[in-house]
């Protein structure tokens, strides 16, 4: 069963750690994508990677980090620099032209 | 990068056909359109794409004009089930695969 997952669902840390979110795809896809949610807004751009070992910055990648090791897998680091790390976090990996799959999020909440 | 313009929000009834316009006037001669819908708390789902004239699956159609200034995502007879965010997206052409989401469009089905 192909696709692209994410863990975990809820997520839940105390200001000044830091913290990361997984995303696993079994599409066999090269390009990879996390995205940022903000209660009803749109998606922003964090970061992406067009192939294993390169990813480049999206619009807010400030505060955010990430590596690509793995064709399956792209793991987003929330620093304490993110100064609002409270959102939606979507990761999505990308076949065809531009036609993105998206995994289920995670809502990261830091109090 | 292409910029879209959509509307903030649209209100429909069941059984009628919604519309939705997108306006992307840089469109660069490679990009396509591509629009996905967004349910709360889900990441968006790929609806359809298209280059020019227009596209046809089971779930809507895309209109294109030839001068692919704009595009029209039209849903035929919505039901309360379609009540969901709308994104028109264009490819980036400033090299790679970089695609940034706009604001969207909040479609309302009502009874």
């Known amino acids: 069963d192909g696709g692209i997952t994410q863990s975990p669902k809820y997520l839940f840390r105390k200001e000044g750690q830091n913290v990361t979110l997984s995303c696993e795809q079994n599409?066999?896809?090269?390009?990879m994508y996390w995205y940022r949610q903000d209660p009803g807004q749109g998606l922003r751009l964090i970061y992406y990677s067009q192939i294993v070992n390169d990813f480049q910055k999206g619009d807010i990648a400030e505060g955010y980090s990430v590596s690509r090791e793995k064709k399956e897998s792209f793991p987003l680091t929330v620093t304490s620099a993110q100064k609002n790390p409270t959102a939606f976090y979507l990761c999505?990996?990308?076949?065809?032209?531009?036609?993105?799959?998206f995994g289920p999020g995670t809502r990261l909440t830091v109090t | 990068l292409a910029k879209t313009t959509q509307p903030i929000s649209m209100d429909s009834y069941e059984g009628q056909e919604v519309n939705i316009t997108c306006s992307h006037n840089?469109?660069?001669?490679?990009?396509?359109i591509t629009w996905y819908q967004q349910f709360p708390s889900q990441g968006p789902r790929f609806i359809i794409q298209g280059y020019k004239t227009k596209v046809t699956n089971e779930v809507a159609s895309l209109f294109i004009p030839a001068d692919r200034k704009s595009s029209t995502l039209s849903l035929p007879r919505v039901s309360l089930s379609d009540t969901a965010v709308y994104y028109c997206l264009v490819g980036d052409t400033g090299g790679g695969n970089k695609l940034t989401f706009g604001t969207g469009t909040q479609l309302k089905v009502e009874l």
């Open positions: 999505a990996s990308m076949g065809g032209i531009h036609e993105q799959y």
């Open positions: 599409l066999n896809h090269d390009a």
């Open positions: 840089n469109i660069a001669t490679n990009d396509y």
